[in-house]
């Protein structure tokens, strides 16, 4: 199993960048997906996940209305799409996939089987 994370970069405050994650040697329309992110000197903490049927959407609430989730099946890909970037947005992000069917998105890192290398994210004021 691959993932591979880009899109990362340097915005100022109140721009946006849009991540993708490509995945390969799994079956990607039966995964659930996620992203993380993990700022210098503190926890991995869960961003935003999408189950593996694309209808139910998790956010952590200090990203809910600036950041979208979304998934190609066609293209094995998944995407986050961050406006209206801050500051505290600054972290590497991480695709994540749960190789179990479940109609929930997890939030807990645990729950997730393979992640992908980071992407990095800084937001300058």
């Known amino acids: 199993v691959q993932l591979q994370a880009f899109g990362g970069g340097l915005v100022q405050a109140g721009g946006s960048l849009r991540l993708s994650c490509a995945v390969s040697?799994?079956?990607?329309?039966?995964?659930?997906l996620g992203w993380f992110r993990q700022a210098p000197g503190k926890e991995r903490e869960f961003v935003a996940g999408i189950n593996w049927r694309g209808i139910t959407i998790s956010y952590a609430d200090s990203v809910k209305g600036r950041f979208t989730i979304s998934r190609d099946n066609a293209k094995n890909t998944v995407a986050l799409q961050m406006v209206s970037l801050k500051v505290e947005d600054t972290a590497v992000y991480y695709c994540?996939?749960?190789?179990?069917?479940?109609?929930?998105?997890?939030?807990?890192?645990?729950?997730?089987?393979?992640w992908g290398q980071g992407t990095e994210v800084t937001v300058s004021s």
């Open positions: 040697g799994r079956t990607f329309s039966r995964l659930n």
């Open positions: 994540a996939i749960d190789l179990t069917v479940r109609d929930a998105v997890p939030v807990s890192g645990a729950y997730y089987d393979y």
